[in-house]
């Protein structure tokens, strides 16, 4: 946190205040879009969404292929 405070302490007292407004706004949009993404997730996968890491397939596990979901990102 103290490393990116030093960061945008020294874009902002070495930099135009156009270019830290453009970074700015794209790191916004960024947050923003992250957490629609995962706000989306969290709502398609209702209670099967869950931040316990699991490393074994329990009886009660559904895959969720619809919604975001079925959006392949990575592999085939």
Not at 20 to 29: C, M, R, T
Not at 38 to 52: G, P, Q, S
């Amino acid at each position: 946190m103290l490393l990116a405070c030093l960061e945008y302490w020294l874009e902002v007292t070495f930099c135009s205040i156009i270019k830290v407004q453009v970074i700015s706004k794209a790191g916004l949009a960024g947050i923003v879009t992250g957490e629609l993404i995962r706000k989306t997730a969290m709502v398609t996968a209702k209670h099967n969404f869950t931040h316990d890491v699991k490393f074994e397939k329990q009886q009660e596990h559904v895959l969720i292929t619809q919604g975001i979901y079925r959006l392949q990102l990575c592999g085939e």
